[in-house]
């Protein structure tokens, strides 16, 4: 049962545009969320995070929205840049948990 | 800080063999997590310690799989015997206490 999902597993941008990447969670014990980015041949590197006490959270070109009635989390960069072409991960936790649940992650695209 | 290490980056073995995946977390941090990332799966988590404990083993996919930590700045990740399927990149992450910072993974073929 997967608790975080990322339904789309890639997505193609031109540079400068904006890139929005979705993801869904079902479990309502989450109240820490994040989002990791990934360079091959690398780990996983901490972007940004949202507590749920928040409903938006921006630093420099990247917002994360969230949308706890839908359960709903999402990632703005903008503008977009070439370097930004990675794997995204999404993840999220619960208070007093150590558990930190991640998606399969989504492949940004960001075209020159 | 040098980040959380992991060795070997990379492990080519053959079906049947033992392999022994390290890693070295951040000092002062007192969670640790060992992940499998493969295409079909993403990011699984296997196993995570807290305070050299282990806390939950549940995503351990089989008896094969074992994992130790006996110090705050050690951990073991083995498989025996290891099998194709096994292979993927291993990763490890360090955390205290939300935020989780990741090694570099170590990249495993089993042939």
């Known amino acids: ?112 | 800080d040098a980040g959380v290490i992991q060795s070997p980056r990379h492990e080519v073995t053959e079906m049947g063999q033992e392999v022994t995946l390290r890693c070295k977390p951040i000092s002062g941090h007192n969670s640790l997590f060992w992940y499998r990332q493969t295409m079909m799966r993403g990011l699984e988590l296997l196993i995570y310690f807290n305070n050299n404990v282990p806390i939950d083993d549940s995503g351990m996919p089989e008896d094969r799989f074992s994992a130790k930590m006996p110090n705050a700045s050690f951990s073991t990740l083995k498989i025996q015997p290891s099998e194709p399927r096994d292979s993927a990149v291993y990763f490890c992450a360090s955390s205290m206490p939300s935020t989780q910072y990741f090694g570099p993974g170590t990249r495993l073929t089993v042939l």
């Open chain 1, 1 to 112: 049962d997967q608790q975080v999902k990322q339904n789309s597993p890639s997505l193609s941008v031109q540079e400068g545009r904006i890139s929005i990447l979705n993801c869904d969670y079902t479990n309502s014990m989450f109240d820490y969320f994040l989002w990791y980015k990934k360079y091959p041949a690398e780990g996983p590197t901490f972007l940004i995070s949202i507590s749920s006490i928040k409903d938006k959270n921006e630093d420099g070109r990247f917002t994360v929205f969230l949308n706890k009635s839908a359960k709903h989390l999402s990632l703005h960069i903008v503008p977009s840049q070439p370097g930004d072409s990675a794997v995204y991960f999404c993840a999220a936790s619960a208070t007093g948990g150590f558990k930190t649940i991640f998606g399969a992650g989504t492949r940004l695209f960001v075209k020159a």
